[in-house]
C-alpha cells in the first residue's frame, strides 16, 4: 500500500522559513516524479514544484523554495524561505510515474497534507 505522509508544517512570521518532509512507502519512488502542492482556503489546488527528471517551480515561489529529493530514503523535502502571508496553505506531497500527472495535478498518489501559516 502506498503511502506519502507529509511533515513540518506549522506557524511561521512572514520572512521566515519552514522545511517540509515527505516520507513515500510501499514501494521504490527513484523512477516516480514527486512534487508538492497546496490549497489556501477559498482557492484551488496549485503545484509549485516537483521533481521528476527536471526541477519545476511555480513562478510564486521561485527564489524562494528548494526542493530536493533522496531516493534511497524514498523522501521528498521542501526547503521554504522568506515566507509570505501568502504562503498559507494545507501543503501536499504527491508521486507519479509521469510528471506530466503532477503538471495536470492529477498525480496517482497523495499526502494527507499539512498546514503551514504564514503571519503577517
Known amino acids: 500500500q502506498v503511502q506519502l505522509v507529509e511533515s513540518g508544517g506549522g506557524l511561521v512570521q512572514a520572512g521566515g522559513s519552514l522545511r517540509l518532509s515527505c516520507a513515500a512507502s510501499?514501494?521504490?519512488?527513484?523512477?516516480?516524479?514527486m512534487g508538492w502542492f497546496r490549497q489556501a482556503p477559498g482557492k484551488e489546488r496549485e503545484a509549485i514544484s516537483w521533481s521528476g527528471g527536471s526541477i519545476w517551480y511555480a513562478d510564486s515561489v521561485k527564489g524562494r523554495f528548494t526542493i530536493s529529493r533522496d531516493n534511497a530514503k524514498n523522501t521528498v523535502d521542501l526547503q521554504m524561505n522568506s515566507l509570505k502571508s501568502e504562503d498559507t496553505a494545507v501543503y501536499y506531497c504527491?508521486?507519479?510515474?509521469?510528471?506530466?500527472?503532477?503538471?495536470?495535478?492529477?498525480?496517482?498518489?497523495w499526502g494527507q497534507g499539512t498546514q503551514v501559516t504564514v503571519s503577517s
Open positions: 510501499g514501494r521504490t519512488f527513484s523512477n516516480y516524479a
Open positions: 504527491a508521486a507519479d510515474r509521469a510528471w506530466r500527472a503532477l503538471a495536470d495535478i492529477m498525480p496517482a498518489y
